[in-house]
């Protein structure tokens, strides 16, 4: 049971224009996402998290939005550049879960010159 | 600050065998969790351990074993090696009081064959 989807296996986008990455969640009790950027042969690095008390988290050029009626998470990055190409992963815990991360199973993002 | 540890990078096993892999997590981290990404799939959440007790372990396996000791580092154990074991073994830690995020270490690459 895939609890968190990310549809999208890969993305191409031109640099200086937005990516956007989205990510669905079927756990009613998740109540903490996050996503992860990973490159190939490192481990995922945590980029940005977002609360279900809030539906907009923003940093720096990436920012999470929360549409929790829709169980929708999506990453935008504005704007693209080619050092975001890698592996994005979002995660989602709580409920039961709680403590746990459970993962989605990726997206590749590949930002052109 | 030293990020989370792990070895060793890579170890190449033969079916059947056992392998250790170690993690060492950020300093103050209690939490300490193991993650499976096999080739083309995403993070397979294993097992995670707090303050030395097992808290929950994924749909592996009996032979995916491990513990957490005193200094909260931690041991993954794989008995009975299987060819499709092969993946990047992915140690993270959290502290307890600071939220959800978990910090990746860079991984383990286990081959069997």
């Known amino acids: 049971d895939q609890q968190v989807k990310q549809n999208s296996p890969s993305l191409s986008v031109q640099e200086g224009r937005i990516s956007i990455l989205n990510c669905d969640y079927t756990n009613s009790m998740f109540d903490y996402f996050l996503w992860y950027k990973k490159y190939p042969a490192e481990g995922p690095t945590f980029l940005i998290s977002i609360s279900s008390i809030k539906d907009k988290n923003e940093d720096g050029r990436f920012t999470v939005f929360l549409n929790k009626s829709a169980k929708h998470l999506s990453l935008h990055i504005v704007p693209s550049q080619p050092g975001d190409s890698a592996v994005y992963f979002c995660?989602?815990?709580?409920?039961?879960?709680?403590?746990?991360?459970?993962f989605g199973q990726g997206t590749i993002l590949t930002v052109h010159p | 600050e030293a990020g989370v540890t792990q070895s060793p990078t890579h170890l190449i096993k033969t079916r059947g065998q056992q392998a250790t892999l170690r993690c060492s997590p950020i300093?103050?981290?209690?939490?300490v969790y193991w993650y499976q990404q096999a080739l083309g799939l995403g993070l397979q959440f294993l097992l995670w351990?707090?303050?030395?007790?097992?808290?929950n372990r994924g749909n592996f396996p009996p032979r995916f074993s491990g513990r957490q000791f005193p200094n909260y580092s931690s041991e993954l154990n794989v008995n009975a090696l299987e060819l499709e074991d092969s993946a990047l073994y992915l140690c993270?830690?959290?502290?307890?009081?600071?939220?959800?995020?978990?910090?990746f270490g860079e991984g383990s690459w286990l081959t069997v064959v």
């Open positions: 993270a830690s959290r502290f307890k009081s600071s939220g959800n995020t978990i910090y």
């Open positions: 351990y707090d303050e030395g007790e097992e808290r």
């Open positions: 995660a989602a815990t709580g409920g039961t879960s709680y403590g746990k991360l459970t």
């Open positions: 300093s103050g981290h209690t939490s």
